[in-house]
Every structure is written in C-alpha cells, then in structure tokens.
C-alpha cells in the first residue's frame, strides 16, 4: 500500500510515516518504479505498535535502539521491561507533583474568592500580585501544567 493508505488506516499523517522511516522505526520499504513508498501489511501493525509504545511514554529515540538491537537478533525484552519501570517512577512523581498543584491552585481560589468579595466591582483586585506576595516559593517552582502543554505540543510535532 502506499504511504496515504497507511496513514489514513493508521490514523497518523504521511510526514509521521517519513519521519519514522528517517529515525529507523520501520522496516526497509520498498520504492515502486516511480519511486513511491509501497508498505507492506505488517507496516500497520509497526506504526501501531509505535504509536502504543510513544504512549507508554517511550521516545523515538528508544524505539530507535530497541529496534535495531531486535534487527541485529537481539532481544530487548528485559531492557524494554526496565525503561517502562523507569516511566512509571517517573510519572509516578509528576502525579504527586500535579496533585500538589492542584492544592496550591485550589487554596489560592479560594484566597482569591475572599479577595474578589472585598474588592469592589469594577476594580482591579491585582489577584497575581496577590499570589505572587503570598506564595514566594512558587516563583521558582516550574507549573507542570505548562510541562503538559509543551508535552502536549511536541507530540502533536510528531504526529
């Protein structure tokens, strides 16, 4: 099939199929005498096997090597099995991180309802000014919920 087919079946744009073939994430493709991509069934199934490991939380760097060490004859299995262990400690830690968050923002609603119901209509209650005075330790602290919309953005790059 070719590279349109692939990626509307596999619900991925045509550049996502290039990029995969640049990083080494597919299998050698075959060119037709025109010189367009020809995919083979079980193309499908590596782009969705790809897409399920970038959801796990595996770079494309990773799938890059792992790959390659399992076309070599290797078998990567215990290595996939650490990495995925080290994804969970790690997401592990940003949901205790989003869970602080979460307090934090909903504590300081809550100041900022006070603050609202004193201030008068029309006049500015300077709600950031007031967070920033409160709580000078935030300052230095990054949000993670700006760490999930960079997140959110280089994914959507890479599909």
């Not at 070719?2 to 060119?31: C, F, N, Q, W």
């Not at 897409?51 to 890059?64: C, D, H, N, P, W």
């Not at 968050?101 to 000014?129: N, Q």
Request: glycine content about 6%.
């Amino acid at each position: 099939m070719h590279s349109k087919e692939l990626a509307r079946l596999a619900g991925v744009s045509a550049d996502t199929l290039r990029y995969y073939e640049r990083r080494r994430l597919m299998p050698t493709i075959r060119r037709s005498a025109a010189g367009y991509r020809l995919f083979s069934p079980e193309a499908l199934v590596r782009v969705r096997l790809i897409r399920g490991a970038l959801a796990l939380g595996f770079s494309v760097k990773e799938l890059s090597d792992i790959f390659h060490e399992r076309n070599s004859g290797g078998a990567p299995c215990h290595r996939v099995r650490r990495l995925a262990a080290e994804k969970l400690v790690a997401l592990e830690a940003r949901l205790r991180e989003l869970q602080s968050c979460r307090r934090d923002l909903r504590e300081t609603l809550g100041e900022w309802d006070r603050l609202l119901a004193r201030t008068p209509h029309g006049k500015p209650a300077r709600l950031l000014e007031a967070f920033a005075a409160a709580h000078p330790k935030s300052l230095a602290r990054r949000s993670p919920l700006g760490v999930l919309t960079r997140d959110k953005r280089k994914q959507e790059k890479r599909q």
